[in-house]
């Protein structure tokens, strides 16, 4: 099983700052297969990226993926309000397919 | 638009079957490529996925469930079924169904999302 290890846990930042999200394997993941979603409080996950930089349909240009191997980034510009939420990466190359812990990024 | 919905008791005893449903509309569940998957999130918890079933049949579930696991699809009502068996307290979750399309050996991550239903496993 590919464990998916995300950092930092917690990020405290203001609106208008940028936000750099680690999500690290336990084995390399083919980068098509990673993914990144987005879970505001009470709600469903939402894909945000897929494959490791595509954007999801809707999803704003602020929030861009990059990566290979072992380690993946989630970078988000700007935060606006809406975004304080968490974060999670998922693998699906390899079965079991994975999600990392989560990251939340709070004001 | 495709849309889907969890369904199902918010309740099961301890070690009964919980049965879940996941609802496909906006499309049909039989067409294209996708995946079919189920997720579940014990409350203040990260997300485990539990197993997939494709649209043009197959299964694969995580090793950690899958002595206890059993999905199937209904195409005639557009619906897919989970089966847990022998729960426990550690089943207490809020179960999400969710799809994710391929194409060509392209995946495109989990796209849509149930709202999902909360099970609660009692003693």
């Known amino acids: 099983e590919i464990v998916l290890t995300q950092s930092p846990g917690t990020l405290s930042l203001s609106p208008g700052e940028s936000a750099t999200l680690s999500c690290r394997a336990s084995q390399s993941v083919n980068s098509a297969y990673l993914a990144w979603y987005q879970q505001r409080p009470g709600q469903a996950p939402r894909l945000l990226i897929y494959?490791?930089?595509g954007r999801a349909t809707g999803i704003p240009d602020r929030f861009s993926g990059s990566g290979s191997g072992t380690d993946f980034t989630l970078t988000i510009s700007s935060l606006e309000p809406e975004d304080f939420a968490v974060y999670y990466c998922?693998?699906?190359?390899?079965?079991?397919?994975?999600f990392g812990q989560g990251t939340k990024v709070e004001i | 638009q495709v849309q889907v919905q969890e369904s199902g008791p918010g309740l099961v005893k301890a070690s009964q079957t919980l049965s879940l449903t996941c609802t496909v509309s906006g499309g049909s569940i039989s067409s294209g490529s996708f995946y079919w998957s189920w997720i579940r999130q014990p409350a203040g918890k990260g997300l485990e996925w539990i197993g997939r079933?494709?649209?043009?049949?197959?299964?694969n579930y995580n090793p950690s469930l899958k002595t206890r696991v059993t999905m199937s699809v209904d195409a005639s009502k557009s619906q897919f079924s989970l089966k847990l068996t022998s729960v426990t307290a550690a089943d207490t979750a809020v179960y999400y169904c969710?799809?994710?399309?391929?194409?060509?050996?392209?995946?495109?991550?989990?796209?849509?999302w149930g709202q999902g239903t909360t099970v609660t496993v009692s003693s």
């Open positions: 079933i494709y649209s043009r049949g197959g299964t």
């Open positions: 969710a799809r994710l399309p391929t194409v060509a050996q392209a995946y495109y991550g989990m796209d849509v």
């Open positions: 494959g490791p930089s």
């Open positions: 998922q693998q699906y190359g390899n079965s079991p397919w994975t």
